[in-house]
């Protein structure tokens, strides 16, 4: 069985511009996503990862997992910063059956 190094590199290229004060900003970031275990947490991290990198517009979902760690469906889709009209035409287009991201 191949070592998690082996299935895909890291992406050090991604960080190497970054300063050392975007680089505690992103662990901070992975800390917390970890420590995360209630809906409020996960929309906590949401805010702090738009804070930290240059998107207007975040959203985030918990996942169910199947036994043997599949995607199984969302649980919970939680909206950071989507205007609400926006979401509501997204659902009822039945948009996410076609979007590549979700």
């Known amino acids: 069985m191949p070592s998690v190094q082996d299935k895909r590199p890291f992406p050090r290229e991604l960080?190497?511009?970054?300063?050392?004060s975007e680089c505690?900003?992103?662990i901070?970031?992975?800390?917390y996503t970890a420590e995360s275990d209630n809906v409020d947490d996960v929309k906590s991290v949401l805010v702090r990862f738009?804070?930290?990198?240059?998107?207007?517009?975040?959203?985030?979902g918990l996942a169910r997992l199947g036994a043997s760690g599949t995607f199984e469906g969302f649980t919970n889709v939680l909206n950071a910063s989507y205007p609400e009209e926006w979401l509501r035409l997204y659902w009822q287009k039945g948009y996410f059956d076609v979007d590549p991201v979700f």
């Not at 960080?15 to 050392?20: E, G, M, V, Y």
């Open 24 to 26: 505690e900003g992103f």
């Open 28 to 31: 901070e970031l992975l800390h």
């Open 15 to 20: 960080f190497a511009a970054l300063s050392k």
């Open 50 to 60: 738009q804070k930290l990198f240059p998107f207007t517009r975040v959203i985030g």
